[in-house]
């Protein structure tokens, strides 16, 4: 059973600063490309960055400069550094980890930006 435990959500006030971690048990985690989505209220879910198993990056436009996706394949963990937060990037966080046709996600990390 493949599981992806995220941490590190909470409040936080505008400008502020979050770190978000994704904890995977799956055979072979090296091999999978990460990404880092977030579903706001009443929007559909968007993808924020990605990571692949050769640490090539990827970000969204509105993240680029301010948030940093990482990973650590020994302790089978994914990172997303976020920095000068906007009330706007208020969502659940969800982690995902994907090879061929196998997608896996994880239940969420609430953050709230908010003052």
């Known amino acids: 059973q493949v599981q992806l435990v995220e941490s590190g959500g909470g409040l936080v006030q505008p400008g502020g600063s979050l770190r978000l971690s994704c904890a995977a048990s799956v055979s072979f985690f090296s091999l999978y490309a990460m990404a880092w989505y977030r579903q706001a209220p009443g929007k559909q879910r968007e993808l924020v960055a990605d990571?692949?198993?050769?640490?090539?990056?990827n970000y969204a436009d509105s993240v680029k400069g301010r948030f940093a996706i990482s990973r650590d394949n020994a302790k089978k963990t994914v990172f997303l550094q976020m920095n000068s937060l906007k009330p706007e990037e208020t969502a659940v966080y969800y982690c995902?980890?994907?090879?061929?046709?196998?997608?896996?996600w994880g239940q969420g990390t609430q953050v709230t930006v908010s003052s």
């Open positions: 990571i692949g198993k050769d640490y090539s990056t």
């Open positions: 995902n980890a994907f090879r061929g046709d196998r997608d896996y």
